[in-house]
Each structure stands twice: as C-alpha cells, then as structure tokens.
C-alpha cells in the first residue's frame, strides 16, 4: 500500500489532500508543522512527502533537508510564493516538484503519481565517457576519479541528458522529464541548473552543448 505524508500547518487543506489520497488509494499520515514531520519520517516508511513551505516550528525547506537525509524519498512542495528562487532553492534541496497554491487536489494527485513512478523506475547501470562516469544507480558521478558535488537536480539532469546524449533537447522537454512541470514564462531554471552543472563537470563542462534557439544535448 502507498503511504503519503502530508504536512501542512492548514488543516482544511490537510484533510482535502488526505481525501484525495485515499480516492486513490493511498494511506496518509499527517504533521502540522515540519518539525513533526521530521520525526514522523524517522519511524515510518513513506513513499512521498506533500510539504508546505510556509510553516512554524521548522519550515519546509529546513524540513526537507532533514528528510531527505533520513529516507530517499520523492518530496512536492506546495507553497503560495511563486517566486523562482523559491522553487530553484527546493530543487536544489532534492523536491521532484513544486505545486502553487491554490491547486487542484487531483492534479497533485497525478504528480504524486508520477513522482512515486518515477523513484520506483530501474535506472541503467553505469555511463562512461572517458573521465566522466555517471552511476544511475547509485546517483553518483566521478571525475577524473573524484566524485563531483553536484545537487539531487544537477544528477537528475545529467543522468536523463546523458541517457538520450546526441538528442538536441528543448528546455520545455527538459523540464518536463526532469522537473516534472509544466513551466510557463522563461527559461531560466534550466539555464541555471546548466550553468551550474558545467561547472561541476570542469573539464568535461563541453559535453553539454547548446542548441541555439533551442536548448541542450550531451554530446561526448
């Protein structure tokens, strides 16, 4: 059985999302504040976390961080801000999606959908391109036999660029497959997170092209 945690210090909006869960079959537990759900996570298994930013106690994202290190477990993050920064800071934390309140109950559900999917999907075993070996499995990279520090969205990224290598991708595919959102307005998240992850790659950072007018591919 499907188990959810759904934190929020609302608690109408607590009991709609638990509704839904269990429309859908899943089992739910609730916290109010990140502080409980920190300590919730500790003693049961769950196999996503609906967590609200904006909450007393512990917020959101310093509860994230807490429950990502105690389980490896897909997080969506409901907040009212629809602030860029906001959400760049949550994916860089580890959340696989971002939703805006107000929202629909069954749209969450559908990405809480595609979010336990997804954590649940075999991935492929090692990829090597000289100096540059990404482990799917283990979500780890080395170069030049040194692990790179890269951020849960930056392996995320690499990973998928690097299974389709040689495939011109648009940044609205990108985020997509990878963020797991419809994202309308610029495209600087992508942008961002490239930047980011050719620094990482230091002299590998060629691999990921520009596409003018386009996007991205990794072309080793």
Not at 107 to 116: G, S
Request: aromatic share 8%; charged share 30%.
């Amino acid at each position: 059985m499907v188990k959810l945690l759904i934190v929020d210090d609302e608690k109408n909006i607590r009991e709609v999302v638990r509704e839904y869960a269990s429309l859908n079959g899943y089992e739910s537990d609730e916290a109010e504040n990140g502080l409980e759900a920190v300590e919730l996570v500790k003693s049961n298994r769950y196999d996503c976390v609906i967590l609200d930013i904006m909450m007393p106690i512990l917020d959101g994202f310093s509860a994230c961080k807490q429950i990502r290190q105690i389980q490896d477990v897909p997080v969506i993050m409901l907040s009212a801000r629809q602030e860029e920064y906001d959400k760049l800071f949550g994916f860089e934390l580890g959340v696989v999606d971002y939703v805006i309140k107000p929202f629909s109950p069954k749209e969450l559900m559908a990405r809480v959908k595609v979010a336990i999917e997804r954590s649940k999907k075999p991935e492929n075993s090692s990829l090597e391109f000289g100096g540059l070996v990404i482990d799917a499995a283990g979500r780890t990279v080395m170069v030049d036999g040194v692990k790179a520090n890269l951020t849960p969205k930056e392996i995320d990224l690499l990973i998928y660029m690097a299974e389709h290598r040689n495939t011109a991708l648009s940044r609205t595919k990108l985020l997509e497959e990878v963020w797991n959102y419809d994202y309308f307005g610029d495209d600087r998240t992508v942008d961002t997170h490239i930047k980011m992850l050719r620094h990482n790659l230091g002299p590998y950072r060629d691999y990921i092209v520009t596409v003018r007018g386009m996007g991205y591919k990794f072309e080793a």
